[in-house]
């Protein structure tokens, strides 16, 4: 399957991605989209097929946008060389681990940036939800939080160089700088963490001793911004469907439990990350397409997300379908997202503390949501009546 320049634009596929995937997911599981220069993988059985492929899909090749930004990292690794990169931060990221080294700071955080909203209204995504993981990362670290400025500012670098498929030189140049800022930060405070012992996630890689300090600064930049646009995104999605949703809200701002069903079904439902990209390791047929070695593969997760074979109603919310836990959001296999309970973390502990603290909340105006490699609404206009 081809699919022309004039038959799907970038700017259509950005401003609906949705769209765009349930026509072409009806006519062909895999398709080579000319406008991005790349296989599209997009029904959910032919995704979570590559995502256990790693003998005929990888992620490092020097085509690949994270090499490119970042150099070799766990994210651009098969095998033994991913698996001991990614061993070196794996217990940081364990769910009871987290609960009880993060939960308590993730909720200080929250309380702090409620308390500086306005009185009765705010666009929460750059008052509220932008802030929130660059400061939750830092602290995993041990590092301070007056790196969030900088942190921020690399990031918008970074995100615009993990969509270049046009490999836009200015894009690449730009990022190239931002990630050599930020090794220079992390090298900085690994220096210092050998000299004055701390806590904190940086601390914790230095004395394991597995890696040298440059895979430390590479992997870091790969651990850090991964989460930002992750946490932004699950944030503003699941407080918007709420926000449209009374019923629901109510059942979460009353029961924390159901408040985590929803902000899984957001994470199947509007997949914070789109794409997981992949080369093709050699010539291979894969589901009705010959794939050439060295092409690029895009496996959609937001469209395997809402293959009406895998999910009932795909396009409805419905936090108690029996098979959310099957979603595909985080991938799968061995390059399953390593901050994935990190993410759910924060945005449980965000949308549940926004809901009970401001009473009266709602939307002002609709959100428009957007992107086809991160998905989220551009804005978050909210009002209420008073703060608790």
Not at 71 to 76: A, D, H, I, S, V
Request: aromatic share 8%; with cysteine.
């Amino acid at each position: 399957m081809f699919i022309s320049r004039e038959a799907l634009s970038l700017a259509a596929l950005n401003a609906d991605p949705y769209a765009a995937y349930d026509r072409w997911r009806s006519e062909a599981p895999v398709a080579f989209v000319e406008a991005l220069g790349l296989w599209w993988v997009l029904d959910y059985e032919a995704v979570a097929d590559a995502l256990a492929r790693d003998e005929d899909f990888q992620v490092g090749t020097d085509r690949s946008l994270i090499f490119d930004t970042f150099g070799e990292n766990m994210l651009t690794l098969d095998g033994e060389p991913h698996r001991r990169q990614r061993n070196a931060f794996f217990g940081a990221f364990r769910p009871a681990h987290l609960r009880a080294r993060m939960a308590a700071a993730v909720e200080a955080s929250v309380d702090q940036l409620i308390d500086a909203l306005p009185a009765d209204g705010v666009e929460l995504r750059q008052a509220f939800a932008r802030v929130l993981p660059v400061l939750s990362i830092l602290n995993l670290f041990g590092l301070d939080a007056a790196h969030a400025t900088n942190l921020r500012r690399w990031y918008d670098r970074f995100e615009k160089a993990l969509a270049n498929f046009a490999w836009d030189e200015t894009v690449r140049s730009e990022a190239k700088a931002a990630a050599s800022e930020f090794r220079a930060l992390i090298q900085a405070e690994i220096d210092q963490v050998r000299q004055v012992p701390r806590s904190g996630l940086l601390a914790d890689a230095v004395a394991d001793g597995s890696l040298s300090d440059e895979e430390i600064q590479r992997n870091a930049s790969i651990i850090f911004f991964g989460g930002i646009s992750t946490v932004e995104a699950v944030t503003l999605n699941t407080l918007s469907a709420l926000l449209d949703r009374p019923q629901r809200l109510e059942e979460a701002r009353r029961d924390p439990a159901r408040l985590a069903l929803m902000v899984e079904e957001t994470v199947r439902w509007r997949s914070p990350v789109q794409t997981a990209t992949r080369h093709a390791r050699r010539d291979v047929k894969f589901h009705g397409a010959e794939i050439k070695a060295g092409d690029g593969v895009s496996l959609i997760l937001g469209a395997a997300n809402r293959d009406p074979r895998q999910f009932v109603a795909p396009d409805q919310f419905d936090p108690d379908r029996p098979n959310l836990q099957r979603h595909l959001a985080f991938a799968a296999g061995s390059h399953l997202c390593l901050g994935a309970h990190f993410a759910r973390l924060q945005a449980n502990i965000a949308v549940g503390r926004l809901l009970q603290r401001l009473e009266g909340l709602r939307a002002v105006e609709p959100p428009v949501f957007q992107g086809h490699e991160f998905h989220q609404p551009g804005a978050l206009k909210l009002a209420w009546c008073a703060k608790r």
